[in-house]
């Protein structure tokens, strides 16, 4: 192999793989997808993939050729759009369509467009998932109003942190403390029916890490050791800045305004729980950024894995329920590959974070730490673990049943 050749294949195929990872691909899932892209280019690979370093090492059959290459990077936000993008142009590269000069500066196009929503929609997003969050916990119309106003608080510190250093790296605890803070205010002087404490939860709820640690147990039982604990204690570090964000912000709170007695409202009817699923997803969509024509894939998926849950749950228990919740949305996703040729990291997402219980880890933790609860939360420790166990389970059995045309 030519030494131009074996430098333009090395270089595309490191560019892809930061770029994967940027945009949220689990480590087991793109070393996969490298060592399948390595070899449709006549290359032999290895890879070592962290949420936070990225090892490549390239080489040519008989070793002519030898390229390592190491980089240290953050850990990557979920891009279902720009995922899905960067699929299609890997693929169009493999078929021959697309040179690998073109695909350097077809990567370079996917990396700099625009949220393709734009802040407004964004804003409407933020809210729709704190309002819809209360809606399933089964709580009152004044949690849902009050939710969804200190989600578009949220969002405002969001937009700051974006333009500031010092406040992005302070994001996760400000945002919990700003919004207990307007919590405590609302309940003092507004509406003594908020549930101050499940109405931070419901609006710093993008923030919770249920669907990290999940990937982070996925990718244990992929044995990908390294990436699996790193990211699993990224995401407990993440989970205790925002509790210990919200614990401070009550506490001045109340040493600011005072408390009230609290006045129980008529709770939402149960039912309300599929309409709260729809307006999930809407907003789970606006804030992957996923491409409008996998609209309806992505919204069957949250119904999907809601759906066969509760059934399940009903049946048997909550553990099997969310063990044939996964199952079914594993089935679901990679039937997806198969019919529109994407990954099935597109729906396989939207279909977990319902099914993810990174709320009810918060809760326990916060039922550990201050010895109140503000939900019903009877062993709710030992449900989360076997919950999360349950998702790894059926996401496996799901790919040994109809295994995935797809490595992402």
Request: charged share 15%.
């Amino acid at each position: 192999m030519l030494n131009a050749d074996f430098t333009q294949k090395r270089k595309f195929i490191v560019k892809i793989g930061k770029m994967l990872h940027k945009y949220g691909t689990p480590a087991y899932r793109l070393e996969a997808h490298l060592a399948e892209l390595t070899s449709h280019l006549g290359l032999k690979g290895s890879y070592i993939i962290s949420p936070t370093s990225m090892t490549f090492v390239l080489w040519t059959e008989g070793h002519e050729q030898e390229y390592t290459h190491a980089a240290r990077v953050n850990p990557g936000d979920l891009d279902l759009g720009a995922l899905s993008r960067t699929d299609e142009l890997a693929d169009q590269v493999l078929q021959g369509k697309v040179s690998l000069n073109e695909a350097d500066a077809l990567l370079d196009a996917i990396d700099a467009r625009p949220n393709p929503y734009g802040k407004g929609a964004t804003a409407l997003a933020m809210m729709m998932s704190g309002g819809a969050f209360a809606m399933l916990m089964a709580t009152s119309w004044n949690d849902v109003l009050w939710s969804s106003l200190l989600s578009l608080l949220v969002y405002g510190f969001m937009l700051w942190a974006a333009r500031s250093a010092r406040i992005a790296n302070m994001l996760e605890p400000l945002v919990a403390l700003a919004a207990a803070l307007a919590a405590c205010a609302i309940s003092r002087y507004i509406d003594p029916g908020v549930n101050i404490r499940l109405v931070v939860l419901s609006a710093i709820i993008p923030f919770i890490p249920g669907l990290a640690l999940t990937l982070g147990f996925a990718e244990l039982a992929a044995r990908h050791l390294v990436s699996g604990n790193a990211r699993i204690m990224d995401a407990l570090m993440l989970l205790f800045k925002l509790y210990f964000g919200a614990f401070l912000g009550i506490a001045l709170g109340f040493r600011l305004f005072g408390t009230v007695d609290f006045v129980q409202p008529a709770p939402i009817p149960h039912s309300f729980a599929w309409l709260a699923i729809g307006i999930l997803g809407i907003s789970l969509i606006i804030l992957f950024k996923s491409r409008p024509k996998y609209t309806l894939w992505s919204l069957a998926s949250g119904f999907i894995a809601y759906g066969v849950s509760i059934t399940g749950a009903a049946m048997f228990d909550y553990t099997l329920g969310a063990f044939l919740g996964a199952f079914a949305v594993g089935i679901y996703s990679n039937l997806f590959t198969r019919l529109a040729k994407a990954p099935a990291v597109i729906v396989a997402m939207h279909g977990l974070i319902v099914l993810v219980p990174g709320s009810k880890t918060y809760i326990g933790l916060n039922s550990l730490i201050s010895g109140q609860d503000f939900v019903v939360t009877d062993g709710i420790g030992q449900q989360t673990f076997l919950i999360f166990m349950s998702l790894i389970a059926g996401l496996i059995f799901a790919n040994v049943a109809l295994p995935p045309k797809k490595s992402l």
